[in-house]
């Protein structure tokens, strides 16, 4: 289990470090449409969404490792299609970077929801350091030497990282069918929300700041803040008997609170403080909404593929909605997308209520 944390750990390394370049290095590249990007940032969403099935039926079948690997593939070779330089090549990356979060990420959560839910908080601690040094680590080298050299990177890591998960032992999973319970379907749904409000802010932010010609390190410091401070629930939540609907619900408006600063925060003073708010929310939605949703789940492979397809579906639409409303409307729009959670929030309490 613990080398199935340290593969997921690579991959949100890398995966940090490349997409924290892309909105920018768009506008490098010429994209003058916000709209645009928006589209392009949400296209590897498009595939993943329609892959996710697929990928948690095969990893039930062929074993949940045999399935991460070719997420890695996939990634590696998403990195080289950015760095091919122009707009359609990075349209093409995108696409091979939504097949390898349809492969990898689902099936790194079911080998944890085999082990039980400890194994899933563990899980969630390497994803929160992944998201520490991966947005830290690419907003200062894209600031140091561009686009080309945050995919660079990436790529080295993708790379030695898909050399540690051939070495990884795959055995079959042993349930089989397609049935996923009721509270999957519930967990998608908040999720999908939850994502549309973060993708709308974390896609708009850095062109923001690289319009009004603030440094893009700004926003990687907000997004590391967040990270480190998400520690601290996805360490000590599970062990404290915490996991349940009231604390998601106050973990979301935590993230809420923090995203909704982000929105207004025009100095590293702000952005920390944003970033701080926003990580002890994140951390806890994170765990207390996979566990909530997956722990002792049947098919783990295909249950996990389903919830986590609610990031893809709010990743599709977050993007794509704000894109179209920052265009018409200016940067100011992003005030108002962060109220969307209060939804989630009602719905958590009503939950807990009923359980």
Known sequence: MKAVNLATLLFFVANGVAIVAIPPYLRDLGVKSEAAIGATVSTAFFVSVVTRPLSGFLGDRVGHVRVMRLGVTFAVLAQLLYLMGSPN????????????????????????????????????????????????????????????????????IHAANWLFVRGLPARAAERGGVAVERRVLLFTALLTVYATVYMSISTFTPVRLK??????????????????????????????????????????????????????????????????????????????????????????????????????????????????????????????????????VAVLLLYGSRR
Do not use: C
């Not at 080998?111 to 908080?121: K, P």
């Not at 935590?254 to 995203?259: F, V």
């Open 89 to 156: 090549w990075v349209q093409a990356g995108r696409v091979l970077h939504g097949l390898a979060i349809a492969t990898f990420l689902p099936m790194s959560i079911a080998t944890s929801v085999a082990e039980g839910a400890r194994a899933m908080a563990a899980r969630s601690l390497a994803v929160g350091i992944g998201n520490v040094l991966g947005p830290l680590v690419g907003s200062a080298i894209y600031d140091m030497g561009g686009g080309r050299l945050s995919f660079s990177t990436a790529l080295v």
């Open 211 to 344: 319009d009004h010609g603030l440094p893009l390190t700004y926003w990687g410091l907000f997004s590391s803040v967040a990270a480190l401070t998400s520690l601290l629930p996805r360490a000590v939540l599970m062990k404290t008997g915490l996991v349940n609907p009231a604390t998601a619900a106050a973990s979301t408006a935590a993230a809420m609170a923090g995203l909704l600063v982000a929105t207004y925060a025009e100095d590293l003073v702000m952005f920390a403080v944003a970033g701080a708010v926003y990580g002890l929310g994140q951390g806890g939605i994170v765990v207390t909404h996979q566990i909530l949703a997956l722990a002792g789940a049947r098919n783990a492979g295909l249950a996990s593929s389903i919830y986590t397809m609610g990031w893809d579906l709010g990743s599709i639409l977050g993007p794509t909605i704000s894109g179209g409303l920052v265009e018409a409307a200016g940067f100011s729009v992003l005030h108002y997308v962060p109220a969307a959670l209060l939804a989630n």
